[in-house]
């Protein structure tokens, strides 16, 4: 069976990072092995969480699997507690990492416009030490900014993709992947790959929920992993991303702080098998 070591956070409610990662990576028929950076009692939507890095903790876990010889098709990296913990997930990577393993961040520190509270205007900088290292970066729009300096607006043209997207690429990753990309009447993600840019086009649903881009980066991570193609694993993220929403909306009795990604499962594995 083909295995992930996710790093990111576990918060205790809030359906995002890790309890969205484990489920949606096992529902993929791949192996999810997790270093947790920090458990916080909600997501950092919730007034009052709280938080307690695990950043003792990281190089520790990663030093024993590699005293066991065990080995990951993918490292998946999100929700960081600090920047100092950059220079550590950095070092698990490179002391875990065969040929084989394929890295892939998600830069997960930021939405509409805005850090998330937990972060101070010094972190894209380090975020952006991880992302130099990646096969794959998965990041939004407020993210793709941030990392590239790059002022943020709230609308904007192809031209101006493609501009954050050569930025991206300068900062050393290979391939982008930038969900919530909106311009003229064009809504969905934007891939760059070996000097291609290609748009995977989704019907826009008007509603805005918390942990959407932990839902999408698993479901990309797990497919990819699994086998599927970079466009083929984009295509089934994102129109599963998409359920998860359009059934959320159909549920009156849905939380305001996740998706009901859980309803949506069978309908992710059904469309693995084709
Ligand atoms: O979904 C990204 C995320 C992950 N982890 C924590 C968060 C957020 C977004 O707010 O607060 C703790």
Not at 197 to 225: C, P, R, W
Not at 233 to 255: G, Q, W, Y
Request: aromatic content about 10%.
């Amino acid at each position: 069976m083909k295995r992930i070591a996710t790093i990111q956070d576990i918060s205790c409610l809030g359906k995002c990072s890790l309890t969205v990662a484990l489920p949606v990576i096992s529902a993929t028929g791949v192996e999810a092995a997790i270093i947790p950076t920090a458990v916080l009692s909600t997501h950092t939507m919730f007034k009052n969480f709280t938080c307690k890095d695990l950043d003792d903790q990281l190089l520790p876990i990663a030093d024993h699997w590699k005293s066991e010889g065990v080995e990951f098709d993918a490292f998946y990296t999100g929700y960081l507690a600090n920047g100092s913990q950059v220079d550590k997930v950095i070092s698990i990577i490179n002391s875990l990492k065969t040929e084989k393993t394929k890295i892939i961040i998600d830069p997960a520190m930021a939405d509409n416009g805005r850090l998330y509270p937990a972060f101070d205007s010094k972190f894209p900088k380090e975020m952006a030490k991880l992302c130099a290292i990646a096969d794959i970066i998965l990041p939004n729009i407020t993210e793709a900014c941030l990392l590239t300096d790059t002022p943020y607006r709230e609308s904007y043209d192809e031209a101006f993709l493609k501009t954050v997207i050569g930025k991206l690429s300068a900062l050393g990753a290979k391939k982008i992947v930038l969900t919530g990309a909106e311009f003229g009447k064009k809504y969905g993600v934007m891939t760059y790959d070996n000097g291609e840019y290609n748009m995977y086009e989704q019907k826009k649903i008007d509603a805005v929920f918390h942990g959407t881009g932990d839902i999408f980066s698993s479901a990309f991570t797990g497919l990819l992993t699994r086998g599927k193609s970079l466009d083929e694993s984009v295509r089934i993220a994102a129109d599963f991303t998409a359920e998860c929403i359009r059934i959320t909306k159909l549920t009156p009795e849905a939380n305001w702080y996740g998706v009901e990604f859980e309803r949506a499962i069978p309908y992710l594995i059904e469309r693995i098998k084709s």
